[in-house]
């Protein structure tokens, strides 16, 4: 099957810095790639669908200016959490769409202290 | 719009026991349906998937689903489960274009 690789796994960050999480599609080229995030014990909600090119769609409640996503390649987007706090704590998760089918990396715990 | 419910937060069972995880989804159409696993810290594994055509559908590990469109129901089965069977469980309904839609997920222990 196809491979979603995200980047990093893990990332411990303080409060008011910014992290750049990556999603990679390895062996395909992906026009669409969506953003998740999963808080302890609960379900996956989507943030935002990043389409190679163009500005993301982010789902109603998600704020763009502090959840920053670029999807400058067909194979790679980004998530930049702006001025973390420590409620942005959470687990990221992305997937790619082959056009058929969408494909999860491996998840990116973010702690914010 | 589109939803999805699975009814049960957290299921034991005993190894070697049968398991049934249901989840109900609301869709206008014929919807697309996953099954997806989630070991702690994981990411997600697909375990099958319904599009069209036969409306049961085997996936890996052993693991099946039955459509059922009068019952809006999409039930994972597994006749014998093993303790690496122990984890979460996510149904999801795609609402087009590979957006999905996640239930709130159903917690697998197994007693050994």
């Known amino acids: 099957g196809a491979v979603v690789s995200q980047h990093p796994s893990w990332v411990i960050c303080k409060s008011g810095t910014s992290v750049k999480i990556e999603c990679r599609s390895l062996d395909f080229q992906a026009t669409t790639m969506f953003w998740y995030r999963q808080f ?14 163009s500005k993301a769609t982010y789902e109603q409640g ?19 959490v702006t001025s973390a706090h420590p409620e942005d704590s959470s687990f990221y998760i992305c997937s790619a769409s082959s056009g058929a089918e969408a494909f999860f990396g491996q998840g990116t715990r973010l702690t914010v202290v | ?40 810290g994981q990411g ?12 049961l559908v085997q996936g890996i590990k052993g693991f099946e689903a039955e459509f059922k469109r009068s019952q809006s129901s999409f039930n994972l089965r597994k006749p014998s489960v093993h303790w690496s069977d122990a984890a979460e469980y996510f149904c999801a309904v795609d609402q087009g274009a590979q957006k999905l839609v996640f239930g709130q997920g159903t917690r697998l222990t197994i007693n050994p």
């Not at chain 2, 398991?19 to 989804?25: F, I, T, V």
């Not at chain 2, 997600?44 to 409306?55: A, N, P, R, V």
Request: charged share 15%.
């Open chain 1, 40 to 53: 302890p014990k609960q379900s996956l909600m989507l943030m935002a669908t990043s389409n190679e090119g």
């Open chain 2, 44 to 55: 997600l594994q697909l375990l099958l998937k319904y599009f069209s055509g036969d409306t």
């Open chain 1, 62 to 80: 998600v704020e763009k200016d502090k959840f920053l996503i670029n999807h400058a390649s067909l194979t790679l987007s980004t998530l930049t």
């Open chain 2, 1 to 40: 719009a589109q939803s999805v419910t699975q009814p049960d937060i957290h299921i034991t069972v005993s190894e070697g026991a049968s398991l049934e995880l249901r989840c109900n989804y609301s869709y206008g159409a014929t919807p697309y349906l996953f099954w997806y696993v989630q070991s702690p």
